[in-house]
Nanobody, 115 residues
Framework: QVQLVESGGGLVQAGGSLRLSCEAS????????MAWYRQAPGNQRELVAR???????NYADSAKGRFTISRDGGLNTMDLQMNDLKSEDTGVYYC?????????WGQGTQVTVSS
C-alpha cells in the first residue's frame, strides 16, 4: 500500500501563495498519473491538476495560469505551487496517485484563503 502525505497547507490572504507537497512512500518512477484534488465544504472532490508519468499536465480551468504542478522522482514528491489565491480555492487538497491500477489518496491538507 502506497502512503501519500501532503503538507504545506495553511491560512493565506487572497492574492497570496502556497506550495503544497505530496511525499510518497515508494519510488514515484513506478507510478502512473499523479494529481491534486480539492474538496470545498458541501462540494464534491474535484480535480485541480494532473501530471502523468511522461510529464503531460492538465489543469482545471480555475487553476490555469495560477497553479503549477510538478513531480520530482529523486525526492519522490509531487508539488503544487499556487499563486494569486482566491477565496474559492479554499478547501482540503488531496494528493492522488495511480499505482498499478490502484487509486491511492493522501489524508489531505487544509487550504484557507481569506478575502
Amino acid at each position: 500500500q502506497v502512503q501519500l502525505v501532503e503538507s504545506g497547507g495553511g491560512l493565506v490572504q487572497a492574492g497570496g501563495s502556497l506550495r503544497l507537497s505530496c511525499e510518497a512512500s515508494d519510488n514515484i518512477f513506478n507510478f502512473g498519473a499523479m494529481a491534486w484534488y480539492r474538496q470545498a465544504p458541501g462540494n464534491q472532490r474535484e480535480l485541480v491538476a494532473r501530471i502523468n508519468d511522461v510529464g503531460r499536465i492538465n489543469y482545471a480551468d480555475s487553476a490555469k495560469g495560477r497553479f503549477t504542478i510538478s513531480r520530482d522522482g529523486g525526492l519522490n514528491t509531487m508539488d503544487l505551487q499556487m499563486n494569486d489565491l482566491k477565496s474559492e480555492d479554499t478547501g482540503v487538497y488531496y494528493c492522488n496517485a495511480n499505482v498499478l491500477s490502484d487509486n491511492n489518496w493522501g489524508q489531505g491538507t487544509q487550504v484557507t484563503v481569506s478575502s
